[in-house]
């Protein structure tokens, strides 16, 4: 019974045998434990048992998350790779395809966040050159708690960690970061997300899969030495919540190495183009254990690996150590025999090491062989196949039982919205620069909404020379070398909306994410998810995952963006607190001509501003509640999917043909902190800042801005009247509250007209004008501010000072 | 008084840096080289209050060394102090 | 005649971890007479090249300290060879960094200031005119380029700075949208401001900002990157034009070159 009992079959002190109470210590049930006996015919051996447990967890079996998966739409005529394989993969035209995915690395970073965050971009990017692809954008979705104040000195070493590993790696392997995103809210404090995007470009007949193939062939080992790295990190790290006792199992961690991955990659996709390997596959979580397993499953046959002849960086491992270190840095590859010393002259050349350590067989098993003896073997496909399916049963959470905000209060005037009596209730601030002019300083210098240039200015965003929009846009934009295509990627998910609704707030977490590429002149293609939620054995949780996936589902077919590759991070709690359900959306678009792009800066004195869309900003789930009133609670409203998509097309048609100077999505903080966000980078056009030479600062344009006092349909201008009304009295809401559809653009006069035989029955309003340096906004003729384009800036970019 | 810590990568933790010190200084011909761990040399001076022990100092530095001269996760740390 | 016609030959370094080779190989495709080749890092010599351009990246990692594994390579002694027989030698970021570890340019690269990496659009201004890399420029010239990097921090001893400024060494500094050397517009903390040094010979030029990032319209990077290109294929073009008036049939290789292999 002792969990320490080693075997003695043939190489002394090497552990072969293996109890129930061993697979409950590694995190099996029992009925995993039966289930696994059926399998193997009989009690497992120690290597056998690590194996199943590993690839039995929720981080590698996704056994809470399959049933609801399938709920994703996965095809479509661009798709050429969807879920299953290490990236999906998307026809952009011109011969070229691109590679994504988005992955997490959360309880990594929470233990180390440097390194953490390191290694989840360096796995990211394994995953994309292993389908052939160069590797040509990051992007990081972050989400910490609350950076400001004494009390949150942990959040922001987290934060500047984590930033500082993404830099370290990206950096060093030259694959620019580009774009990305990042909130600050209470229930990530004990979990921070770290989820790293990758997309490479791969011509569309280069495509690789990972399956093996030809029996006899060789399993090669390329990169790295093996070492205690991360064992047991994917089972136990990712796959149950954080408390007391993490300290005790926290594994090795794993340390990132840039410069061995970057040649790998240059070392692989040479071995890859030159057609000297049958397949390749990346070593990530559960390394050699999960690799090597899902090759043979998916060719279809075995796979003999012997252990021992693994280049150790650490002496004494044993078989099942070596079988699922997580050691960062190694790809395994199938080759014919006869090109063998081909594939050692280019690894060679590239000072990485390449080793035989197995072979390919005809058995269907993935057998453990350790000095010539066979210390495991297992059906690979029942391995895969007959993984554990969990579906817990869902409730609905307690705390979206509440009562709603009374939305008639709100059209009443009242300020207590409705709220029993005692509740505290929301002042509106007065009208002028020191009531609203004031509120929307405090919101510009927000941790969510300000400027996040202190964090990507430590990233390389424009080598390998594609950059054309820098980040700080609302997507980045990239050239496809030698053709006249562009390529566009956005990441987005407010977790506070999802928390509100899961339903609605994956609805319009893909819609946002569609609208910032639209924005930039960008055609949707498709989706990579990375879906973020606390412990999926809780009713409440998984209730919350169903509604997200649900959500995104709609959005995704609705938008026709299809899921094509995607990760689930479950356990996102500590000590019983679940963070925010964050679904991540990182999506890809196309711009037909990337010369024909647009980005949010006003550029020209005298052009008309429009604000496209519905009148659906609302108070509830908004910045502007948890900001200047600190309240997370009520009903964020509901995106309309159809409007979205007529809104999305309009705009881009608007760019692609010229008409439109800007364009930019309205979200957290409202239309007033969009207007603000396109006067200010007014400063710069690119990351060329057109400054002032005689003061050495840079020139703003500004804004005056008028919006109708009235409710919708009676608006002072000719359209159908998208303009947030104040008709309750309430002109802050109409400023800073938060709806979905809702797009700033500008244009030049002489343009408008061309401009509006695009629209397509969406809703859109005439508010003013780009002009001087000050962003002034009427409502009702009562001005609500007038402030200098200069001290919104100064707000925006105020954080870094607050920090240190 | 005089204190020396030494920061080292831990032990079965991956050094890249080291590692890639390893293989180029072969090629300058210094052969039967092996195990390079680079890691950090941090000299400071400290000033204790009249008459305290020894094992004050030797906390004080311990608990330096564990909350900011090292990373207690993936490093290891060892210090001299010279009295005086 | 054929000395005008006849492609300028860049020969880009890659060092294990270079990943600014590709962004110098197409900067330098855009300009009309010049052709680029990869240098790898364990040849022993090179022909037929113009002008030699160490790129920018994380040689080895940047492990142990910047450029300090990389100047070992079995090129750099090529590259010191070709340097001393008066080829053009460019050290873009990284590249600055091996040649200042070389002992090919004067000082050193130390942390940034600020501790961290800094990647961020600087106005730089052109000090001289009088070297093969600035000499399409105007003087006083202000190109905005990019910068990103971890250490480019420049900083020298006072004799060899004051012995750089009696030999007009300083090539290129960081200046503020006004012109001046300003504290806030110095994104390394470099002494006096210093962004680009060229040794005596004037042949050998590091620099820490990417020209090679802004030489394309339509990308966010700019153009104002093209003058360091466009200067060192004047220089070539001229020096060749000067030599092939004496060489007759053999004008197309250099002399400078000719040395480079050894």
């Known amino acids: ?804 | 008084m005089n204190v020396r810590v030494y920061v080292t990568p831990k032990q079965g933790i991956l050094d890249p840096q080291g590692a890639t010190v390893e293989r180029a200084l072969p090629a300058l011909g210094f052969q039967g080289v092996k195990d390079v761990r680079i890691g950090r040399f941090i000299e400071l001076t400290l000033d204790m209050p009249q008459g305290a022990t020894p094992e004050a100092a030797d906390a004080l530095v311990d608990d330096m060394c564990k909350r900011l001269l090292a990373n207690p996760i993936i490093e290891d740390y060892t210090y001299a102090i010279d009295e005086g | 005649m054929s000395a005008a016609t006849e492609p300028v030959r860049f020969g880009l370094v890659v060092f294990p971890g270079s990943n600014c080779d590709t962004d110098a190989f197409q900067a330098v495709a855009t300009f009309p007479g010049a052709t680029a080749r990869y240098l790898w890092h364990k040849d022993t010599g090179f022909d037929d090249i113009d002008a030699v351009i160490l790129p920018g990246g994380f040689s080895y990692g940047d492990y142990l300290r910047c450029g300090a594994i990389a100047r070992f390579s079995p090129i750099m002694d090529a590259v010191r060879g070709f340097a001393g027989d008066g080829g053009l030698v460019l050290g873009i970021c990284n590249g600055f960094q091996i040649l200042a570890e070389a002992g090919l340019l004067p000082g050193a690269l130390i942390r940034n200031t600020c501790l961290t990496f800094v990647c961020r659009y600087v106005n730089l201004r052109v000090e001289t005119t009088a070297t093969p890399f600035t000499s399409a420029c105007t003087p006083g010239e202000r190109p905005r380029i990019v910068v990103k990097h971890n250490e480019g921090n420049y900083t020298a001893d006072p004799e060899t700075l004051a012995r750089m400024k009696a030999n007009d060494q300083i090539v290129l500094r960081y200046v503020d949208a006004a012109g001046e050397p300003t504290d806030a517009a110095n994104p390394n903390g470099a002494v006096e401001s210093i962004a680009g040094v060229c040794n005596e010979g004037r042949n050998v030029f590091g620099m820490m900002p990417h020209p090679e990032n802004s030489v394309e319209d339509g990308l966010a990077g700019g153009t104002d990157g093209r003058c360091i290109f466009r200067s060192m294929i004047d220089h070539v073009l001229a020096a060749r034009a000067a030599h092939g008036a004496g060489a007759g049939g053999d004008a197309s290789r250099p002399a400078a070159a000719a040395g480079g292999a050894r």
Request: net charge negative; glycine share 10%; aromatic share 6%.
């Open chain 1, 1 to 804: 019974m002792s969990a320490d009992q080693s075997g003695r079959a043939g190489t002394p002190g090497i552990r072969l045998h293996a109890t129930l109470a061993d697979a409950v210590k590694l995190g099996l049930t029992e009925d995993e434990w039966h289930k696994l006996c059926e399998i193997q015919g009989g009690e497992p051996t120690y290597p056998e048992l690590a194996i199943y447990s590993l690839m039995w967890s929720e981080h590698c079996s996704y056994k809470h998350s399959r049933p609801i998966l399938g709920r994703f739409p996965t095809s479509g005529p661009r798709i050429l790779q969807g879920p299953g394989e290490n990236a999906g993969v998307i026809d952009i035209g011109e011969g070229w395809a691109v590679a994504m995915k988005v992955e997490s690395h959360n309880h990594p970073s929470a233990v180390e966040p440097f390194q953490g965050a390191a290694t989840g971009v360096g796995g990211i990017i394994r995953d994309i050159f292993t389908m052939g692809a160069r590797p040509i954008a990051s992007l990081d979705s972050l989400r910490f708690g609350e950076i400001e104040g004494e009390e949150n000195a942990r959040q922001r070493y987290l934060f500047e960690h984590v930033v500082g590993g993404i830099g370290f790696y990206g950096n060093c392997i030259g694959i620019p970061t580009i774009a990305g995103e990042v909130y600050f809210e209470d229930s990530y404090a004990g979990n921070c997300l770290v989820n790293a995007m990758c997309a490479g470009l791969v011509r569309t007949d280069k495509i690789v899969r990972a399956k093996a193939a030809g029996i006899g062939n060789l399993v090669v080992l390329i990169g790295a030495k093996t070492g205690r790295d991360g064992i047991g990190g994917a089972s136990v790290l990712a796959s149950q919540e954080f408390d007391e006792t993490l300290e005790e199992k926290r594994p090795s961690v794993q340390v990132g190495d840039p410069f061995t991955e970057k040649k790998l990659i240059e070392a692989c996709l040479e071995l890859l183009d030159g057609k000297l390997v049958v397949s390749m596959q990346d070593l990530g979580a559960a390394g050699l254990t999960s690799s090597s397993s899902e090759m043979a499953s998916k060719g279809f046959v075995g796979l003999d690996i012997h252990a021992d002849r693994v280049p150790l960086r650490e002496a004494d491992m044993e078989p099942w150590e070596i079988m699922i270190s997580e050691s960062q840095e190694r790809m395994l590859s199938i080759v014919e025999p006869a090109r063998l010393d081909d594939v050692i002259e280019v690894c060679t050349r590239w000072d990485l090491d390449a080793t035989v350590i197995g072979e390919v067989t005809d058995t269907k098993l993935l057998r453990i062989l350790w000095h010539g003896e066979q210390v495991g073997a297992i059906p690979a496909r029942r391995l895969a196949d007959e993984s554990p399916v969990i579906r817990t049963p869902s409730v609905k959470p307690a705390y979206l039982a509440d009562e709603p905000v009374d939305p008639e209060a709100v059209a009443a005037g009242d300020d207590t919205f409705g709220l029993p009596a005692g509740t505290p209730v929301y002042p509106a601030p007065a009208a002028g620069d020191e009531g609203l002019g004031a509120a929307l300083l405090e919101l510009l210098a927000a941790p969510n909404i300000a400027s996040k240039r202190w964090a990507y200015e430590q990233y390389d965003y424009i080598v390998q020379a594609n950059t054309v929009q820098i980040p700080g846009s609302d997507a980045a934009v990239l050239r496809v070398k030698d053709t006249p295509l562009g390529i566009a990627f956005a990441t987005d998910c407010n977790g506070r909306h999802c928390y509100l609704d899961p339903l609605r707030g994956a609805r319009a977490a893909v819609a946002e994410a569609a609208r910032n590429l639209s924005c930039v002149g960008a055609l949707p293609l498709a989706v990579t998810d990375c879906l973020n939620f606390g412990n999926p054995e809780k009713g409440e949780m998984y209730w919350t995952f169903e509604q997200a996936v649900e959500g995104m589902a709609q959005a995704c077919e609705a938008l026709e963006t299809p899921v094509v590759s995607g990760n689930v991070s479950f356990y996102n709690e500590s000590f019983g607190n679940a963070i925010y359900p964050t679904p991540v959306v990182g999506m890809l678009g196309l711009l037909d001509d990337v010369s024909l792009t647009a980005d949010h800066r006003f550029k020209d004195e005298g052009d008309v501003i429009l604000l496209l869309g519905p009148d659906t900003a609302a108070l509830d789930g908004s910045e502007y509640q948890k900001v200047h009133f600190g309240r997370v609670e009520g009903r964020i409203p509901d995106v309309d999917l159809d409007l979205e998509k007529r809104l999305q097309a309009a705009v881009r048609d608007g760019v692609r043909r010229g008409l439109l100077t800007s364009a930019h999505d309205c979200a957290e903080g409202g239309l007033a902190v969009a207007l603000a966000e396109c006067a200010i980078g007014s400063g710069a056009t690119g990351g060329l800042r057109t400054d002032d030479p005689d003061t050495a600062v840079p020139r703003f344009l500004g804004a005056e801005v008028e919006l109708p006092a009235a409710s919708s349909g009676s608006a002072a201008t000719e359209g159908d009247a998208a303009a947030p009304s104040a008709a309750a009295g309430r002109t802050d809401i109409a400023l800073f509250g938060e709806g979905p559809s809702r797009v700033i653009v500008t244009l030049a006069e002489t343009d408008l007209d061309a401009f509006l035989t695009l629209l397509d029955g969406v809703p859109w309003a005439n508010i003013g004008r780009v002009t001087g340096e000050r962003l002034a906004v009427t409502i009702g003729g009562i001005e609500a501010f007038r402030l200098p384009v200069r001290r919104l800036c100064e707000a925006y970019e105020s954080l870094p000072q607050r920090l240190h």
